[in-house]
């Protein structure tokens, strides 16, 4: 069963880049022609807030309203996906979850989240 | 801009029947938008229940199921237990990849 665990640093300054990565087990990122992997994040007791997808070609999709701050990347010798998103402010503090997407319209395997607080 | 509405709290009685809905502001839900249905209990990372309307994730107890019922897509728990007690996200996929978040629904067991 394929399991996805994100890393990345918990604390984040006001104007600087929030980077994590989402690392798959139990398969490979490439290993289908539908599997999508995404990110989703969750404001402290809020909702559930789409961000992005990739496919291991790399083809992207984005939430519209975080595009122009957001790249996310895959990394297939690594079985890594990655999310870089830019210029953040506390309104980003949230958990950050990555999840496998079978068919690029829902989610299936979800990693167990990872907080980040923006804070200087 | 899309806005998918559900419900912001429900209760049910413990085996009792709820529905809870997902709609969208612009018009009405159909099979195309792909809805797809999370459980969430704090401090967890969401699971998946019902993905393409009405295909149950594996593991999925047979009292979630997943429908159209008019203009929305709905998740009804049947028979429900106190552990269903949790937040309830879906999901509509807009097309090109684009794909929204309800703001969930709070079910309490009661």
């Known amino acids: 069963q394929v399991q996805l665990q994100e890393s990345g640093p918990g604390l984040v300054k006001p104007s600087e880049t929030l980077s994590l990565t989402c690392t798959v087990s139990?398969?490979?990122?490439?290993?289908?022609?539908?599997?999508?992997w995404g990110w989703i994040r969750q404001p402290p007791e809020k909702g559930l807030e789409w961000i992005g997808n990739?496919?291991?070609?790399?083809?992207?999709s984005y939430n519209p309203s975080l595009k122009s701050r957001v790249t996310i990347s895959v990394d297939t010798s690594k079985n890594q996906f990655s999310l870089k998103l830019t210029s953040v402010t506390a309104a980003d503090t949230a958990v950050y979850y990555c999840?496998?997407?079978?068919?690029?319209?829902?989610?299936?395997?979800w990693g167990q989240g990872t907080l980040v607080t923006v804070s200087s | 801009q899309t806005v998918v509405t559900q419900e912001p709290s429900l209760s049910v009685s413990p085996g009792g029947t709820v529905t809870l809905t997902c709609g969208l502001n612009?018009?009405?839900?159909?099979?195309?938008?792909?809805p797809s249905w999370y459980q969430q209990t704090p401090g967890q990372a969401p699971r998946t229940l019902i993905y393409?309307?009405?295909i149950r994730s594996s593991g999925v107890p047979d009292r979630f199921s997943g429908s159209i019922l008019g203009n929305k897509a709905a998740l009804t728990i049947t028979g429900a237990q106190a552990d269903d007690e949790s937040d309830y996200y879906c999901?509509?996929?807009?097309?090109?990849?684009?794909?929204?978040f309800g703001g969930g629904t709070k079910l309490t067991v009661v």
């Open positions: 999840a496998r997407l079978p068919f690029r319209e829902n989610f299936d395997f």
């Open positions: 139990g398969g490979s990122i490439s290993s289908s022609n539908t599997y999508y």
């Open positions: 990739i496919f291991h070609s790399g083809d992207t």
């Open positions: 612009s018009g009405s839900v159909f099979v195309s938008y792909y």
């Open positions: 393409n309307t009405n």
């Open positions: 999901l509509l996929s807009m097309g090109r990849g684009i794909l929204v």
